[in-house]
């Protein structure tokens, strides 16, 4: 039997209103639908109350950070290259033009620079007409004039100058730092310096980016300027869109072409091309919390389960046992009922059979003085037409006097009353009720006692009420020309055995077990109370007795009732 | 044997008296205690065959009375009502075996009051 099986109430199967009065069925279902309600709709909603808080402070916090990371990213690279910037300021004030234009000073302040800063691939000074006026590094670009160039615009203008990342001769990516210093004679020099990448690349290389996450720098037109874990070599254009412009660090969602969300940060680094960006990819950021979700959705489902099953099993036990408690106050009502009834049902056969008796007795005397007459008185006694008149009036008058005795026998039994008594005689006196019925219905009636039988103590009332109840249900089961089988047998030194075995129509599986319920019955229409089996059963216990039955659909049914030879009379 | 029959039923006591009278037995009858009593004055009886729902006086108490005054006399017990107290009553009184339920069959009657007589 499974555990939901054991959980069903007994009254799982009756059907409303007319196995179940009471509608348990539907007062079982009401409780544990509500109590279900009441404890689990607050644990759900609160569970999923937590989720979405929990979920949007997981979220905030991964944006917080990343902005968090973004900001002191930005910091540091432009720390960096403000710290180059500085460096050359630094040198040309503190060195004179003349001064720089001598390439033993010059290449002297770029190992300096080279020692103190790292980086530094070359420096070059320019005057205002353009002209590379002194160089000093890998290549000779001594002469060079940058006047048409951009950047030399750029820093005559700003005053200062960083370039995007490009490719050297040695296929090396750089980026050039410049800046320009006013002479008191109104006129200006620029020193420009070249930068290997590798320190600026080691700012973002060596920075831990969680979830997934990749962080790089591009230009404004989108071209890598430091290498991508994810989004391609240097001076490779990124997929993604370039953010616009904002002044402080940003932070959003957005979905990639797979739909994965992704997590962006971006900052534009001040006074220079670049763009500081750190993508992440937001499932993998929300691990954590999905894996925390998953247990608490685990113990959600355990302590769901826990429930359902304390409240099933608690409604079924409590219901169960005021199921019983009714079935039994009811079976006991009832018995009060039917004792009530059959007493005063007695009351009235015994004034009935009393009232009877006496002018009974007076035809049975008339009608026996008639026969004495013309029995005792020759000139009469040759009338055969005259003696066979009066002894059929004897004959009915004792059969009359048979029925008021069983009736009188009826009514004396309210009570448990224990006497020696013959089984053999009893079945008989409770078959004489049925012996019409049974004529009538061709229905043929055997009862086999064995002659050793030992004499029964018991109460003989009980003993007819019970037997007249066996064999009434069998006549009802059986049809026309049935064929009911009663048999005694000594079971034990004790005990004796009663079989009813009829040939009728059988009870159903089903039916079986709740045949001895009170008010169970499948004769209802047929104006059945579902009472009958259950009082005999409470008799044949009351008489220390017990009762069994096996009955197969369409072959018959037979009924065993085992009583102890002696029965102890109960006060 | 001579009997007495008491029963308020008189055509019931009397055609009984005379279907005894019949078989040989010569048995008088009343159909009240009083008249019992008064008759038992004057004649003598081997048994009395008591109804035990007399008028007045009922059956035991009739049976009590006579037995003051003749305490060898026997007696036998008729009823028309076989049920519960009364049953019981009559029973534990008189013995089952003197108690019978109406109607009775003559031949029983005259079988059991043999039987009293001889048992005693």
């Known amino acids: ?571 | 044997m001579r009997v007495l029959l008491v029963d308020d039923e008189k055509e019931l006591v009397s055609t009984l008296a005379e279907r005894l009278s019949f078989r040989g037995i010569d048995a008088e009858w009343t159909t009240s205690g009083a008249q019992a009593l008064k008759l038992l004055e004057t004649e003598v009886f081997d048994i009395a065959v008591l109804d035990m729902k007399l008028p007045k006086m009922s059956g035991l108490e009739l049976k009590k009375e006579i037995q003051a005054k003749m305490p060898a006399m026997k007696f036998i017990f008729m009823t028309g009502h076989g049920s519960g107290d009364d049953f019981r009553a009559g029973t534990a009184e008189t013995g089952v075996d003197y108690y019978l339920i109406k109607p009775v069959k003559i031949e029983a009657l005259i079988e059991r009051m043999k039987e009293v007589l001889r048992k005693n």
């Not at chain 1, 430091?226 to 402080?248: A, C, F, M, N, Q």
């Not at chain 1, 992440?280 to 489902?301: N, P, V, Y």
């Not at chain 1, 053999?424 to 049974?438: D, N, P, S, T, Y």
């Not at chain 1, 019955?521 to 009958?532: E, V």
């Open chain 1, 1 to 571: 039997m499974s555990l939901l099986e054991k959980m069903k109430p007994k009254f799982w199967e009756f059907r409303e209103n007319t196995d179940d009065p009471s509608n348990f069925r539907h007062i079982w279902l009401l409780m544990v639908l509500l109590t279900l309600l009441v404890a689990i709709a607050p644990l759900v909603s609160m569970t999923m109350i937590d989720n979405n808080v929990s979920r949007k402070s997981a979220e905030s916090e991964i944006l917080l950070r990343t902005s968090r990371l973004v900001s002191n990213t930005r910091r540091s690279v432009s720390f960096f290259l403000g710290e180059r910037k500085a460096a050359l300021k630094f040198v040309v004030y503190n060195t004179s033009f003349n001064e720089l234009n001598d390439p033993m000073e010059l290449a002297l302040i770029l190992e300096s620079l080279k020692k103190g800063f790292g980086g530094f691939v070359d420096i070059g000074v320019i005057d205002a007409s353009g002209r590379q006026k002194n160089y000093t590094g890998p290549y000779s670009l001594e002469g060079v004039n940058y006047s048409g160039e951009e950047w030399f615009r750029e820093v005559v203008e700003r005053g200062n100058y960083i370039s995007n990342v490009f490719m050297g001769f040695r296929q090396v990516p750089h980026l050039v730092v410049a800046v320009r210093h006013d002479l008191p004679d109104d006129s200006f020099y620029v020193v420009r310096a070249t930068l290997d990448t590798e320190r600026f690349n080691d700012l973002l290389f060596y920075l831990e980016v969680s979830g997934q996450g990749d962080a790089f720098i591009v230009n404004q037109e989108g071209m890598l300027q430091t290498p991508s874990r994810y989004h391609g070599k240097v001076l490779e254009k990124i997929s993604d869109p370039i953010p616009s412009y904002s002044e402080k660090t940003e932070v959003f969602e957005r979905k990639n072409v797979n739909g994965e969300v992704l997590i962006v940060g971006y900052a534009y680094i001040a006074e220079s091309p670049f763009i500081l960006m750190i993508i992440k990819q937001k499932d993998a950021l929300m691990d954590s919390w999905h894996t925390t979700r998953m247990e608490i959705a685990g113990f959600l489902m355990v302590s769901i389960a826990i429930i359902f099953f304390a409240i099933l099993g608690g409604a079924t036990y409590l219901s169960n046992k005021i199921y019983v408690l009714e079935q039994n106050r009811d079976a006991i009502l009832h018995e009060v009922e039917y004792s009530n009834k059959m007493a005063s049902l007695g009351e009235l056969a015994a004034g009935v059979a009393h009232e009877i008796n006496n002018p009974l007795a007076i035809i049975n005397e008339k009608a026996g003085l008639i026969k004495d007459i013309f029995t005792f008185k020759e000139q009469y006694s040759k009338d055969e037409k005259l003696m066979n008149i009066a002894n059929v009036i004897i004959s009915s008058v004792e059969r009359c006097a048979s029925i008021t005795r069983r009736l009188l026998n009826f009514a004396r039994h309210i009570d448990i009353n224990i006497r020696p008594l013959c089984l053999r005689e009893v079945l008989h006196e409770v078959l004489g009720f049925l012996e019409k019925e049974a004529e009538y219905r061709s229905i043929s009636v055997s009862v086999e006692v064995p002659d050793n039988m030992p004499q029964l103590e018991s109460d003989r009332g009980k003993l007819q009420e019970i037997f007249l109840n066996l064999v009434n249900n069998a006549f009802v089961a059986m049809k026309d020309e049935g064929k009911l089988d009663i048999s005694v047998k000594q079971e034990s030194e004790d005990s004796v055995a009663i079989i009813f075995m009829d040939d009728g129509c059988g009870i159903s599986e089903e039916n079986i077990c709740r045949i001895f319920e009170p008010f169970f019955s499948t004769k209802k229409k047929a104006g059945g109370t579902g009472l009958g089996l259950s009082i005999t059963y409470g008799l044949v216990e009351k008489m220390g007795g017990t009762i069994g039955v096996k009955s197969e659909l369409g072959k018959g049914t037979t009924f065993t009732v085992m009583l102890p030879l002696k029965t102890e009379q109960k006060e």
